[in-house]
Each structure stands twice: as C-alpha cells, then as structure tokens.
C-alpha cells in the first residue's frame, strides 16, 4: 500500500519537474496526472462514503483537493470524463464558478448531476463566443438599471453578470479598463481575492496581463475574444 502511494506521489512530482524544466504541462501528462488523482479520489469516496451525501465530509474535502484544485486547464479532461462520472459535473461547476440566473429554466430541468452534465455539454459546445453572447446580453440588461434608483435591480443585474463564472472574465477585464469599477468586486469574488475589492484599474489590469493564461477557460474555440457591440456607457 505504502509503496503504491510512493510510486503515485513520485509519479506526480516528475511530472512537476518536468512542466517546471520545460514549461507548459502535454494533453497526455495532464490526462495522467487527472487519473492520478482521480484515483485517489475515487478510494476516499469508496471508503467514507459518496459525495454530497450527509456522510460525506471527507470524500467532499478530497473531491476538492484531488478534482477540482485542478483548475481551469484540466476542463477538456472533466468535459470529456463527466458522463462516465457524473460527479464530474460538479467540479466544472466549482471551477468554471457558472451559476443559473433564478427562474432562467424548470428546477426540475437541472436537478441531478446527469442533467447539470448535458448543460455543459452544450456550454462547452458554445465556448467562449456562447459567453459573449450572454455577458451582452446582461450587459445591456445592467446599463439599462445602473443608474436606477432600485438598488434590487442593480443588485441583480450585476450578480447574473457574475453567474457567468469566470468564462467571462475577459470581459470583465475590457469593461474595467474602460472605467466600469462596479466589475472589480465580481473579478474579485471569481478570482476567489486574488485581485482584491480596494485595487485600482491599473492594478486589475496588471494582474489581469500576468495571470490571464491561468484563468482563461480553454474552450474549443479558445482565443476567439469578439468585439462588443454595445454601445458605451453615457
């Protein structure tokens, strides 16, 4: 047991090495480390109990660390992997940060994790110009209220903007540095504070141009930004 643990922690450490001597992780060492920790995972639900059931504390905190700590670049994997596990599903939702917009479709439409995995099924289809559709859309929807006197209205708007997840932080970013700071406290939330509620454009910006590889979700269409059609703010 000891020895296959070794061999497993090894294993993970020269693939490490190896992204760290020659840079960028290959499809092929990700899909390895991904079965890696799957696997442990896997050992921990089969041993404590299934994830998300009342007993399922231990297999919930590993599902974290050893699925969903993966991050953004590890998303074809668990795209690919969801419908044999559709547990899955349930990590792409903690990493993309996508939420439904209360009333958008039937409760009974997305209950269960089989019908969370076909709706990303789609979202993953649509990619990155599907998200810019809909943060126009809600973009429109928040210029229409922002200056409103019903907070509630603001209020909602700018939070079904956020439930787009990190999928739309590059717009986030292009409305920040056009001076719309109402975005800094979503960026900050999606980013989980690495960019902080108190940082200035400047600063959101820089952090942005450092980081972005990191937090761009790799989407089929990956590196198709549309352009906003929307007019400026007044």
């Known amino acids: 047991m000891k020895k296959k643990c070794f061999i497993s922690l090894f294993f993970i450490f020269c693939l490490s090495f190896s992204v760290c001597v020659f840079g960028e992780t290959s499809d092929t060492e990700r899909k ?40 953004v670049k590890f998303l074809p994997i668990l795209i690919e992997k969801m419908h044999q596990d559709i547990c899955l599903a349930y990590a792409i939702t903690l990493i993309s940060g996508w939420r439904f917009i209360p009333g958008e479709v039937k409760k009974k439409e997305i209950y269960g994790f089989k019908a969370l995995a076909n709706f990303y099924s789609n979202w993953w289809k649509e990619g990155q110009i599907g998200i810019f559709k809909l943060f126009e859309e809600r973009y429109d929807q928040w210029l229409k209220v922002r200056n409103s006197s019903n907070k509630e209205d603001v209020e909602r708007t700018l939070r079904n903007l956020s439930y787009l997840g990190i999928a739309a932080l590059p717009y986030f970013f292009e409305k920040i540095k056009n001076n719309e700071t109402a975005f ?42 549309p352009t906003f059609q929307l007019p400026a703010p007044k």
């Open 32 to 71: 390895n480390i991904f079965e890696v920790k799957y696997k442990a995972w896997r050992k921990d639900v089969d041993q404590f109990g299934p994830i998300l059931s009342d007993d399922s504390g231990i297999s919930l905190d590993s599902f974290k660390k050893e699925i969903v700590n993966l991050g």
């Open 184 to 225: 800094i406290p979503i960026v900050s939330k999606l980013t989980k504070n690495s960019i902080k509620p108190t940082f200035s454009i400047e600063d959101c910006l820089g952090w942005w141009k450092k980081n972005k590889e990191d937090w761009t979700i790799p989407f089929p269409d990956f590196g198709i930004i």
